[in-house]
């Protein structure tokens, strides 16, 4: 399996401002994963970013909250702009590829996020 | 809407015991079923997957997991638990590329 990798690992922001997060991996992949895992729960799909083509966005989030890059096959961001509190998650990212398809998903090691 | 519950969110077991947590799945047409772990401290890990063909999966670490369609069911099972099992256990759907999670499984076990 790929080996993902996230930057930063950790950060703690001030409500207002915004932080965009790294995701690299290994090799080459077509479909490229953001999600979120708030305190206590359960991850949640924000948005699938594949090369070449807009993100697709998930019901209750929004491209002008958590605008998406996929300048690459091995490479993307997730900005969170304008935080708050609620904000405060682990994000992360996960990867699957098309060629040959296996129809998994393999998770990066994720970016704690706490907002002020 | 698709969706995945695991009605045990906090399981405490001494070493050796046998294990079985459940998972029960929302929806109709053909599904993707798969188990993740997550040790403390670690990212998330892929435990086993299902998509076809035999519905008793084995996965690593002597887990397996028994799909019972009947049932929308996938549970994971363990016959001896070691300290070194305590995590997070999440079980999750995918019938396209969107995986669905469940909420969670906390396993401690004490020597």
């Known amino acids: 399996s790929a080996v993902i990798s996230q930057k930063p690992s950790r950060d703690i922001c001030q409500r207002g401002t915004s932080l965009t997060i790294q995701c690299q991996v290994d090799?080459?992949?077509?479909?490229m994963f953001w999600y979120r895992q708030q305190p206590g729960q359960s991850l949640t799909l924000i948005a699938t970013?594949?090369?070449?083509?807009?993100?697709?966005?998930e019901s209750g989030f929004v491209i002008d909250k958590f605008p998406i890059s996929r300048p690459n096959l091995t490479f993307s961001t997730l900005t969170v702009s304008n935080m708050s509190p609620e904000d405060s998650s682990i994000y992360l990212c996960?990867?699957?590829?098309?060629?040959?398809?296996?129809?998994?998903?393999?998770f990066g090691p994720g970016t704690r996020l706490t907002v002020l | 809407a698709q969706s995945v519950s695991q009605h045990n969110h906090h399981v405490i077991l001494s070493e050796a015991a046998s294990l079985e947590l459940g998972c029960n799945y929302s929806?109709?047409?053909?599904?993707?079923l798969f188990w993740y772990v997550q040790y403390p401290g670690q990212h998330l890990q892929l435990l086993l997957k299902?998509?076809?063909?035999?519905?008793l999966v084995k996965g690593i670490k002597g887990f397996e997991a028994e799909f019972i369609k009947s049932k929308f069911s996938f549970n994971l099972r363990k016959p001896s638990v070691q300290w070194s099992d305590t995590a997070e256990y999440f079980c999750?759907?995918?019938?396209?590329?969107?995986?669905?999670f469940g909420t969670g499984t906390r396993l401690q076990v004490f020597p």
């Open positions: 299902y998509f076809s063909g035999d519905p």
């Open positions: 929806y109709g047409g053909t599904v993707n």
């Open positions: 970013a594949n090369q070449g083509s807009e993100a697709t966005y």
């Open positions: 090799s080459q992949v077509t479909m």
């Open positions: 996960s990867v699957e590829d098309l060629h040959p398809r296996t129809d998994t998903q393999y």
């Open positions: 999750a759907v995918s019938n396209t590329d969107k995986l669905i």
